[in-house]
């Protein structure tokens, strides 16, 4: 598929995740928080894309959260987002983050880089701000709660935070990761590629071949595993019971 071809496939499904979850109304202010990494690059070529054709008007802001990665190069960020002409920033993390240490994890980098980007949505009267995270993301966070937590549940495509007055959105909810790599190998984008020690031994990594292996016996499980979170048949779940 050509560099056009591509880029209007996922825009399409991009769209459609808007719509189906109302995710973003005219004259929102949208921060679109960005890694590096194929998934927010990609992310933000579409965002920008759709500015260019939706029928209402919003702004979108990239924004980088410094955590200090030696792998994250922010010239080569600022320079990319110069060229598409989208306005661009860099946030420090809250105080107390140190850097990756043997027992951060993954948890608390997360934590602390989305405490920097509510901070910088306060400071400009942000509406929106939208993560890379895309179909796999959300299979996989499902079955971590699923086999780790004993528990059903996942990320939201639309997820409103503070009583309403700011909305976590994930546009990349029906596109799948290897999709993403198509388009940002056809767009020839910047990628950084992640250092993260954690990256090869995190329990996503375990499921993530769970999921593939799984594939090769259903080309459809994917879509089955979020269809499913959608069609969750109560009636056959089992009631609370605190004795067991």
Not at 16 to 26: N, P, Q, S, V
Request: hydrophobic fraction near 40%; glycine fraction near 6%.
């Amino acid at each position: 598929m050509n560099v056009s071809g591509q880029l209007y496939f996922t825009t399409k499904k991009v769209g459609k995740a808007i719509w189906d979850y109302r995710m973003i109304r005219e004259g929102d202010k949208v921060i679109i928080a960005v890694s590096g990494g194929k998934d927010s690059l990609c992310l933000l070529k579409v965002m920008k894309e759709r500015t260019k054709f939706v029928p209402i008007r919003y702004e979108i802001l990239a924004c980088l959260v410094d955590m200090g990665f030696p792998w994250v190069n922010k010239d080569i960020l600022a320079d990319y987002c110069e060229r598409e002409s989208i306005p661009y920033v860099t946030v420090s993390p809250p105080e107390g983050w140190n850097g990756i240490e043997e027992n951060s994890g993954c948890f608390w980098c997360s934590w602390n880089r989305r405490k920097g980007l509510f901070n910088l949505a306060r400071d400009i009267g942000a509406q929106k701000i939208a993560f890379a995270h895309h179909l796999d993301d959300i299979i996989e966070t499902m079955l971590l709660n699923l086999l780790f937590q004993g528990e059903i549940g996942t990320m939201q495509p639309y997820q409103e935070m503070f009583g309403g007055e700011l909305a976590i959105i994930r546009p990349l909810a029906y596109v799948e990761e290897n999709e993403l790599a198509r388009l940002a190998k056809v767009l020839e984008l910047p990628v950084a590629s992640s250092e993260c020690p954690f990256s090869k031994t995190s329990k996503r990594h375990l499921i993530k071949g769970i999921v593939a292996e799984l594939k090769r016996h259903n080309k459809n499980v994917k879509k089955n595993i979020f269809r499913s979170l959608t069609r969750v048949r109560e009636e056959y779940l089992l009631g609370r019971a605190d004795t067991y």
